[in-house]
Nanobody, 125 residues
Framework: QVQLVESGGGSVQAGGSLRLSCAAY??????????MAWFRQAPGKEREGVAT???????SYEDSVKGRFTISKNNAKNTLYLQMNSLEPEDTAMYYC?????????????????WGQGTQVTVSS
């Protein structure tokens, strides 16, 4: 079993930056071989994939965040990160960390087995 705990959310003005962290607990050895991702969900909208990283460190991003967000991980610390720059009001959402046994890179929620509780990001104009 794996538990994921997000932190780092908050309120910022448009153009600002935030860094989200996701700490993994439990069977952290298996985390190193899983794909991990960040998702977000705004009120009244479906959960959408934002960025993903596989066990080899390859990454993929949703089009609207390319060039602004960077996903990374530190296996020694069992922690996943999302650096978010040039934030826009449209980025306002609850952000979730996820881990799963999937082949390659994927941004579909059904591909992920473990989820954190979420951290709120609010961007004001």
């Amino acid at each position: 079993q794996v538990q994921l705990v997000e932190s780092g959310g908050g309120s910022v003005q448009a153009g600002g930056s935030l860094r989200l962290s996701c700490a993994a607990y439990g069977d952290t050895y298996s985390i190193h071989y899983m794909g991990m991702a960040w998702f977000r969900q705004a009120p009244g909208k479906e959960r959408e994939g934002v960025a993903t990283i596989d066990s080899d460190g390859s990454t993929s991003y949703e089009d609207s965040v390319k060039g602004r967000f960077t996903i990374s991980k530190n296996n020694a610390k069992n922690t996943l990160y999302l650096q978010m720059n040039s934030l826009e009001p449209e980025d306002t959402a609850m952000y979730y960390c996820a881990a799963g046994h999937l082949e390659g890179l994927g941004l579909q929620p059904l591909d992920y087995n473990y989820w954190g509780q979420g951290t709120q990001v609010t961007v004001s104009s």
